[in-house]
């Protein structure tokens, strides 16, 4: 059964939203997959505006040689990109100082969680469109869902894809306008199979692994779940502005030096925090073994990966000391008074959990009036 799509906000409305704001604002074609048709539509708004007397500027752009999208160029300005050589391979990278210099009220630019070559002025596409904004330039861009960072774990599992270039969440959060751009299944395997969304030799391998009825089903699914929950959030937050969030709402998740699953755990409590509309910690419980002095430098690298991944991900991390996990992660919460503590399923054989008490079990025995979420990672 299909699901119902939430009404597209139109290129007026964000004409009007520029008018109205001195900051830059951010607008957002949110696709499933390649090739659902992000870049067209995004270069058919700027052919809009450019009529409609807004000074229009392509940044960037992937045509991937695709026809259709290479028919909406003609009428816009772009500014040349910078041309890198990085290990013999000549490189197109967007001119982040060109773009600032020329000042258009609005740049397109493509691939928004694209990483940029070493050497750039920023590591990540998505730092570009930030210092855009800043400098009062209105950018409209283009993503795939499976990009978002808390997501990582779920679009493994779904499709069996490690995505390398991922962006933080809190980019679209703050985003203005999104715009779900949708084909279904069937018309986007037909693209595929006709070549108009990657070169014949990729086809085969595509329809085989990616490009799976089950995994871009799956995909539709999480993109339209992702925006009803964005338009949910931004409701929540309008409503937040006329009372502050109360300290109640606080969730709070425990790290360790030690733990594989540290990173899913930390997407999973973003989501959860997210969804609960509340600032959240990611607290590294620093016991008497855990001492700096005690563990080596390759953990200690892990470890501070760890907590500036909770922090790219709209958390706050911190370190707490305390002679054990349990009671140092229930004194953070009375301290700061936390509402909500997520902890990773213990994976734990039996026989040590007979002769070895969890930090869950710890928990409950001196908790009240916290809930205790539960997550598989």
Known sequence: MPIAEPSRPTPEQ???????QARGRLKVYLGSAAGV???????REGQRLKKQGVDVVIGIVETHGRAETLEQITDLE?????????????????????????RPTVCLIDELAHTNVPGSKHSKRYQDVEELLFAGIHVITTVNIQHLESLYDEIERTTGVKVKERFPDRVLAEADQIVNVDVSVEDLIERLKTGKIYPEDRVNS???????????????EITLTEIAHLIDRRTRRAEADQAPIATTDRVMVGVSSMSPNASALLRKTARVADRLNAPWYAVYVQTPSEDLTRIDAATQRVLSKTLELAQQLGGIPMTFRGPDVASTMWA???????KVIVIGKSRQPWYRRLTRSSILEGLMKITNDIDIYIIDV
Not at 14 to 20: D, E, G, K, M, S
């Open 78 to 102: 772009v500014v040349p990109p910078r041309i890198v050589e990085y290990r013999g391979v000549k490189l197109r990278e967007m001119d982040l100082d060109a773009i600032l210099a020329r």
């Open 14 to 20: 964000f004409l009007n939203l520029i008018r109205r």
């Open 332 to 338: 953070f919460a009375q301290e700061y008074a936390i």
């Open 37 to 43: 048709g992000k870049t067209y539509a995004m270069l």
């Open 206 to 220: 595509s329809l085989e692994h990616f490009f799976t009825p089950a995994n871009l089903t799956r995909l539709r």
